[in-house]
């Protein structure tokens, strides 16, 4: 299979598939394999199916990686196919793709252009994993290091932690590196160490990093202060400001499915709320205060604001990042006053 799409909000899972195909590439490959990625919104299908289509001159296997593959545009042109129409030919032609050259399509939706059911490409939906499926990955995951966790560190480590098996491994690999530094927790081969509840808040609350999803949190709440303080610590920490925005985006698309819950009246519905990635405690309560202060009309603004942020901060000649971020968390706050 030369084609993929990889849809849903389990981000771990999906990057776990696409590190497998990665893998297979290069055991097929006498050389480097040549990676290539493109945001769907920022790259015209044109481009992509070329990049496709040229042979390599130092490489044997190509993998082409699409992300934001919801925002494929589908508007038809005078005499031109569409974008969806283009790629989903590439597929369907054995003449223009080989098993050397890979495309995958990623997206966080469900589901993309309906164009795409036509391609000749193996399609997965990568849900976030149910509340046992997490108690399960967290006990198997701190077993292996050698530790016993119970319920309670488990309920902590979900709350504070944004849900899915990529943000889950990061951070436990992080807690993991913290309790192995001190030298009270050293065992016997083959003995493992409970973990306390205290040992995990002290490093997931008060020791936690800042992110993307720590700084949404203060916007949601509406906390100017904090808000400027979270950059000022990420762009310290050499943090990428468009990747910043691209998680922000993310996190007020996310606030668009929440309110348009909360229109239907399914907003408590667990089921629901599961389908659009929002099923932790820390998720919801982020997303209660956000419907609070935003409504569909300013939410769509904040996102209209951070895809011009975006595009001011890829110009090769900004020099003023941190003014620029400042001026942009500002903004986002001062709309939030539904």
Not at 90 to 114: F, P, Q, R
Not at 156 to 175: G, K, M, P, S
Not at 288 to 311: F, G, P, V
Request: with cysteine; net charge negative.
């Amino acid at each position: 299979m030369s084609a993929y799409i990889f849809l849903g909000t389990e981000l771990g899972k999906k990057q776990d598939a696409v590190n497998s195909i990665r893998e297979l590439l290069k055991s097929k490959s006498n050389t480097e394999i040549e990676e290539f990625v493109y945001y769907a919104d920022e790259t015209p299908a044109i481009k992509i199916v070329d990049t496709l289509q040229n042979q390599g001159l130092f490489a044997d296997s190509r993998l082409v990686i699409v992300k934001n593959a919801e925002e494929i545009k589908t508007e038809k042109t005078e005499n031109a196919p569409t974008d969806v129409e283009l790629l989903v030919s590439w597929t369907k032609n054995s003449k223009l793709n080989d098993e050397n050259t890979v495309l995958i399509l990623l997206s966080d939706k469900n589901n993309i252009a309906s164009g795409f059911d036509n391609a000749k490409a193996n399609k997965q939906i990568f849900y976030e994993m149910s509340e046992n499926e997490k108690i399960t990955w967290l006990k198997n995951f701190f077993q292996q290091h050698g530790y016993n966790i119970d319920n309670d560190c488990i309920n902590t480590i979900l709350e504070l932690v944004e849900n899915n098996t990529d943000a889950l491994r990061q951070e436990c690999i992080r807690l993991i590196s913290f309790l192995g530094n001190k030298e009270n927790k050293t065992t016997a081969k083959g003995q493992t160490h409970s973990l306390s509840l205290c040992e995990v808040e002290k490093w997931l609350a008060h020791n936690k990093e800042e992110s993307a999803f720590t700084l949404f949190s203060r916007i949601a709440a509406g906390d100017l202060p904090k808000a400027l303080e979270s950059v000022s610590v990420m762009l310290a920490a050499k943090e990428s400001a468009v990747g910043i925005l691209a998680v922000l985006a993310w996190c007020f698309r996310k606030l668009n499915d929440y309110l348009a819950l909360q229109e239907t009246g399914n907003a408590g519905n667990f089921v629901e709320l599961k389908k659009i990635g929002m099923s932790s405690p820390k998720a919801k309560a982020d997303y209660i205060s956000a419907a609070q202060r935003y409504n569909a009309e300013t939410a769509e603004a904040c996102l209209a604001l951070t895809a011009e942020y975006d595009k001011l901060m890829r110009s090769p000649v900004v020099v003023m990042e941190k003014i620029l971020m400042d001026r942009y968390i500002i903004a986002i706050i001062n709309k939030g006053s539904c």
